[in-house]
T-cell receptor, first 109, second 113 residues
Framework: DAKTTQPPSMDCAEGRAANLPCNHS???????VYWYRQIHSQGPQYIIH???NNETNEMASLIITEDRKSSTLILPHATLRDTAVYYC??????????FGTGTRLTIIP | SAVISQKPSRDICQRGTSLTIQCQVD?????MFWYRQQPGQSLTLIAT?????????ESGFVIDKFPISRPNLTFSTLTVSNMSPEDSSIYLC??????????FGPGTRLTVL
């Protein structure tokens, strides 16, 4: 798996869009970008994944740069329940997921 | 998304004993992963368990310590053997779905005294 780099922590005001960056400059052409989050004391929750194109689902949007060396997870209207550790992972899609230290996102009322 | 249950949800055990953790998925999955999350740490992969084959262990984890069973496509067990306080962690099973979505169980919180 390619190495990913994320800021250790971020704050975001409630109701605002939360934009979480991830660098994966060594990603290979067939590695996906996955995003998970872990709310305290729970198992990680799958958010979204993508290969080249931007993706959107009911939880979030994933924006991948054209060179695929970085991506941004967007939570469009953050709520207090979005406070969690967010993990960005580069993976081939049929192998194990390797978790880094992630970004601790705190939503501020 | 898959519905995943783990039993027990938590346990407190004495050193030297063993605990078997069960993972049940509501749909058939080919790949099943087992992770450990030590206090304050990120997740670490223990092993990959595919039905019909021996589990593949990551560096630092051995079958004698963490035997795994995968009798069918909806069920798996992880045993933590001869436990010591260093084994106190959250243990999570993680099935991978057909669209490469990987889900996680709620975890088993283990405390070894």
């Amino acid at each position: 798996d390619a190495k990913t780099t994320q800021p250790p922590s971020m704050d975001c005001a409630e109701g605002r869009a939360a934009n979480l960056p991830c660098n994966h400059s060594t990603i290979s052409g067939n590695e996906y970008v996955y995003w998970y989050r872990q709310i305290h004391s729970q198992g990680p929750q799958y958010i979204i994944h993508g290969l080249k194109n931007n993706e959107t689902n009911e939880m979030a949007s994933l924006i991948i740069t054209e060179d695929r060396k970085s991506s941004t997870l967007i939570l469009p209207h953050a709520t207090l329940r979005d406070t969690a550790v967010y993990y960005c992972i580069a993976d081939f899609g049929n192998e194990k997921l390797t978790f880094g230290t992630g970004t601790r996102l705190t939503i501020i009322p | 998304s898959a519905v995943i249950s783990q039993k027990p949800s938590r346990d407190i055990c004495q050193r030297g004993t063993s605990l078997t953790i069960q993972c049940q998925v509501d749909s058939q999955v080919t790949m099943m992963f087992w992770y450990r999350q030590q206090p304050g740490q990120s997740l670490t992969l223990i092993a990959t368990a595919n039905q019909g084959s021996e589990a593949t262990y990551e560096s630092g984890f051995v079958i004698d310590k963490f035997p795994i069973s995968r009798p069918n496509l909806t069920f798996s067990t992880l045993t933590v053997s001869n436990m010591s306080p260093e084994d106190s962690s959250i243990y999570l099973c993680s099935p991978r779905g057909p669209d490469n979505e990987q889900f996680f169980g709620p975890g088993t919180r283990l405390t070894v005294l």
